[in-house]
C-alpha cells in the first residue's frame, strides 16, 4: 500500500453533487415527457431536527426540479387521519414517492404508517414489502442511508466480489439492509453488534467496515486492517459539541485506504438517494420512452 492510497477521504459532498447533477438531467427529461417526479413530505409535531431534516428535503427535490409536497400536522394528530392522508397520497397519480418524517408522536404507530405506503411509492425503502425485495433480489426501492454508503464505496473503484466486509449495527434502516446489499455485491459479509465478544478480531480480519450504531470510537485505528474502507455512518457529537461519528477518524485515517468524514461523508448522501428513489419511481411509471 503506497502513501498516497493511505487515508484517501471519500467526499460525499462532491460524489453527491455528481449524483444530483445526474438527478436533475433526467428530471428534465422526464418533464419532457409530461411526467414530473413528484415526493409528498410529512411532518407530525415540531421536533427541532426532523425540521432541518424535512426543509433540506425539501430543497433538494427544488434544486433537482422535483415537484414537492410538504405537509406539517399538529403532535395531536390522530394515528386514522394519518393514515387516510397515506391513503389518498397513494392514489395521487402526480405523487411518486412518500416520505413521512420520523420520529412520530408516541400515540402513532410507525410500523401501521411504513406499512400503509405503496411499496410503488416507498422511496425511503422501508415497508416489509420492500425489505422483501431486497431480501430476493427483486427490483424495488434501497433503504437511502446504507444505499448512499454502497455509492461511496463504489466511488472508491475498489469492487467487492470475495471482499469480506463488516457491518457494525444490526438495525432495521441501515445495518440489516447494508448487509444485504454488499452481499448483492459478491462480497463476504460478517455483522457484528453490541453482543458480539471481541470486536477488534472480526474488524482486524476486514476489507470494508461500516460503522452504524450510534456510539463513539466504535472503530479506533487498531482495530482496523491497512487498507480498508471504512463507512463512518455515525451521527454523535464529542465533548466540544462538534459533530462527530462512529470512527475516531484521526486515528483510523492513518490505518485505512479510505475513510468517509463526518460531516461530509454519508450524510449527504442519505437525502441524495431520496432523490434517486423518487426519480426511479416516476421513471417506473412514466415507462420507457
Known sequence: MTDQAIGRIIDGVALSGELRADVARRTAALV???????????????????????RNKIKACEEAGLYSVFEKYDESLPEADLLARIADLNQDPSIHGILVQMPLPRHIDPHKVIETIATAKDVDGYSTLSAGELMTGAPGFNPCTPYGCMKLIASTGIALRGKHAIVIGR??????????????????????HSATPDLKRHTLQAD???AAVGRRNVLTADMVKPGAVVIDVGMNRNDDGKLCGDVDFAGVQQVAGFITPVPGGVG??????????????????????
Open 32 to 54: 419532457l415527457r409530461q411526467v414530473r417526479p413528484g415526493l409528498a413530505v410529512i411532518l407530525v409535531g415540531d421536533d427541532p431536527a426532523s425540521r432541518v431534516y424535512v
Open 171 to 192: 438495525s432495521n434502516t441501515v445495518g440489516k439492509p447494508m448487509a444485504l446489499m454488499l452481499l448483492q455485491q459478491n462480497a463476504t459479509v460478517t455483522i457484528c
Open 208 to 210: 470494508v467496515v461500516v
Open 268 to 289: 449527504p448522501m442519505t437525502i441524495t438517494m431520496l432523490l434517486v428513489n423518487t426519480l426511479e419511481a416516476a421513471e417506473r411509471t412514466a415507462g420507457s420512452p
